[in-house]
C-alpha cells in the first residue's frame, strides 16, 4: 500500500495568504508563515507556495517567506509562480525550496524542464498544469492563473513535460478550485496513469470524503488541500491587516466544510488510506 | 564546536546541501558546506549528501579531488552520515545507467524500483518513490567499539521518513541495516549502521522532528569521540 501526501498548498500575494475561487476573486486570510507552522505541527507531509501576482516586489517578500519557513519548518517545501528561467528557479531553492513548480514558463519554453531536470535534478522539478474541460470531454492546459489557453491537451502535455525530465506532475483543475465541489476525478486519474511520475491532485476538496476518492479512484500520489484546511485555520489564527470577513469567505466556498489537517488525515487512515499518522508528526517535539 | 571540529557538510556538485546545514544547525551543530579536501581531513564528522545520478556524484568526487580524501578519513575512523544519493554510493556497484563504480565502503548493490507495480484497485504506484513511508528500525548486530548510541537508537514503531529516490541498495551482509521500509512490493534498506559509518535512504533534514532527532544523535555521536 503506498502511501500519500497530503499538501497545504497556499496561494501568496503580496505577503498574505489568499485564497481565490476557480483562481480569481481574491480574499486575503492572513500571514502564510503562520498557517504553515500550525500545518507542519499538525502532520502536513509537505508545503507548497504558489506566488499568484508574480511581480518583482511580490518575488522579494515571497523569498523572505522562503526563508523564514526553510529555518523553522523541517518538510519539503514546493514554490511556483511566475518561475520563468533557470535562475528563477535556482533562486528559489537557493532561499530554501526544495521543489520549484513551473507552469507558463515551461508551456512557453518547454527546453526549461530538461535544463531544470539536469542542473537542478528531476525531483526538485515539478511541472503543474491547470487544467479547464472542455465541450468535448478533453482538458486543455491554461496558463497565467487560468485566463489563457494553450491549446495543449492536459495528457499529452503531462506525457511531454515527463518525458522532458519532471519529476513529479501536480494537476489543478481550474473550474473546482475553491468551489469545494470535490476534484475532477476523471481528469487526475487520467494523467495519474498516464505518466510514470508521481502526481499531486489541486483544486476541489470540501470534505474528507473528496480527498479520499481523489486517491482511490483518481489515482492521485498526493493531494493538495487549501479552502479545505485555510478556512478553518483562519478561525484560529489571529487575522492582523485582513481585508476580508470570514463570513463573506464561506458565502463564496459555501460547498467547504473547513476541517484541520489531524481530522483530515485521521478520516483517511479510518477508510483505508495509509498517510503518515498526524500524531507522529509531535512525537519528538 | 569548534572550527577544528565541526562537521563537514561534502559539497560535490549534487544535493540539496543547505538543507541539511539548516538542520544541523537547528540541533545546535557547528557545520560547513565544503569542497576543499582538507576540510574533509580535518573534520571530526562527515556528511555525504547527494541527489540525483549515482554515475555523476562519483565523477564529481573524482574530479574534485574528494573521493580519496573521503575514504582515507572514514578508513581512519571519521564518522560519517550518507543521505539518500550518499547512502547508494557506499556501496560497489549501482546499475543506473549502466554499471557505475561506488566508494565500496560497504558490499553490496543499487538496483531500481520494478516500474509495473500496481495497487489493488488500480493505480500504478510510481517511481521514484516520493513521500513519506514507514520505517522499521532493527538493531544492528554491528554495535560501536564503545557502545556509543548510533543515530537510530531508541526509535520506536510507527516511525515515518521522507523519501526521494529510484534506486535501493541491496547489501552483502544484512546485519549492517539498521532500518528497512517497503515499495513497491520491495522490503529495502533504508538505513545503514555499520562502527562507525552511517547513512539513510530517506532525507532526515526533511523528515520534520524526527529526522531532526536522528541528525542530533549523530551530532552526539561525532561529539564523544
Not at chain 1, 54 to 75: C, K, M, Q, V, W
Not at chain 2, 40 to 67: H, Y
Request: hydrophobic share 45%; glycine share 10%; net charge neutral.
Amino acid at each position: 500500500m503506498r502511501t500519500v501526501r497530503i499538501i497545504p498548498r497556499l496561494d501568496i500575494k503580496g505577503g498574505n495568504l489568499v485564497k481565490g475561487v476557480r483562481l480569481e476573486g481574491i480574499r486575503v486570510l492572513g500571514k502564510p508563515e503562520e498557517f504553515a507552522r500550525q500545518y507542519a505541527e499538525q502532520g502536513a507531509d509537505e508545503l507548497c507556495y504558489m506566488d499568484v501576482v508574480a511581480s518583482l516586489y511580490g518575488r522579494n517578500s515571497l523569498l523572505d517567506i522562503i526563508e523564514r519557513t526553510a529555518r523553522a519548518i523541517f518538510i519539503p517545501l514546493t514554490v511556483g509562480g511566475g518561475l520563468r528561467t533557470i535562475e528563477d528557479i535556482r533562486t528559489v531553492l537557493r532561499a530554501g525550496a526544495d521543489k520549484a513548480a513551473v507552469n507558463t514558463g515551461v508551456v512557453r519554453t518547454p527546453q526549461l524542464i530538461a535544463d531544470a531536470a539536469q542542473a537542478f535534478g528531476s525531483s526538485t522539478i515539478v511541472v503543474s498544469i491547470e487544467a479547464m474541460r472542455q465541450r468535448d470531454g478533453h482538458y486543455e492546459a491554461f496558463v497565467d492563473s487560468g485566463r489563457e489557453r494553450t491549446g495543449l491537451e492536459v495528457v499529452a502535455w503531462a506525457k511531454r513535460a515527463v518525458a522532458l525530465g519532471a519529476g513529479e506532475v501536480m494537476v489543478t483543475s481550474v473550474d473546482r478550485d475553491g468551489t469545494g465541489l470535490g476534484y475532477d476525478l476523471e481528469l487526475v486519474r487520467s494523467v495519474a496513469n498516464a505518466v510514470p511520475v508521481p502526481v499531486i491532485a489541486s483544486g476541489g476538496a470540501g470534505n474528507p470524503a473528496h480527498v479520499h476518492a481523489v486517491i482511490t479512484e483518481g489515482h492521485a500520489d498526493a493531494v493538495g488541500v487549501a479552502s479545505l484546511l485555510h478556512y478553518h485555520a483562519a478561525t484560529s489564527i489571529e487575522v492582523q491587516d485582513a481585508h476580508v470577513n470570514i463570513v463573506e469567505v464561506k458565502r463564496h466556498a459555501a460547498a467547504v466544510s473547513p476541517m484541520d489537517l489531524a481530522t483530515l488525515k485521521a478520516y483517511l487512515t479510518a477508510h483505508g488510506v495509509l498517510c503518515r499518522p498526524a500524531t507522529t508528526a509531535r512525537a519528538y517535539v | 564546536m569548534s572550527e577544528r571540529e565541526s562537521i563537514t557538510i561534502i559539497d560535490y556538485g549534487l544535493g540539496n546541501l543547505y538543507s541539511v546545514q539548516h538542520a544541523l544547525h537547528a540541533v545546535g551543530a557547528s557545520a560547513r558546506v565544503s569542497s576543499d579536501p582538507s576540510d574533509i581531513a580535518t573534520a571530526r564528522g562527515l556528511v555525504l549528501p547527494g541527489v540525483g545520478a549515482f554515475g555523476v556524484a562519483m565523477e564529481n568526487l573524482r574530479s574534485r579531488g574528494l573521493l580519496e580524501p573521503l575514504v582515507r578519513a572514514v578508513r581512519s575512523g571519521v564518522p560519517c552520515f550518507g543521505i539518500c544519493l550518499g547512502l547508494q554510493l557506499l556501496f560497489s556497484v549501482s546499475e543506473e545507467f549502466g554499471a557505475h563504480a561506488g566508494l565500496d565502503m560497504l558490499s553490496g548493490r543499487v538496483v531500481r524500483f520494478p516500474g509495473s507495480v500496481v495497487t489493488p484497485e488500480g493505480a500504478p504506484v510510481k517511481v521514484p518513490h516520493v513521500g513519506w513511508n514507514r520505517v522499521t528500525f532493527t538493531v544492528p548486530e554491528h554495535q560501536d567499539a564503545r557502545g556509543a548510541p548510533s543515530p537510530f537508537d531508541g526509535i520506536g514503531d510507527d516511525a515515518f521518513c521522507y523519501f526521494v529516490h529510484s534506486f535501493y541498495a541491496i547489501p552483502n551482509d544484512p546485519r549492517v541495516v539498521a532500518a528497512y521500509a517497503e515499495y513497491a512490493s520491495v522490503r529495502f534498506c533504508a538505513a545503514i549502521a555499520h562502527e562507525h559509518l552511517f547513512a539513510s535512504q530517506f532525507h532526515p533534514e526533511r523528515s520534520g522532528a524526527l529526522g531532526l532527532h536522528m541528525l542530533k544523535q549523530f551530532v552526539a555521536y561525532v561529539q564523544s569521540l
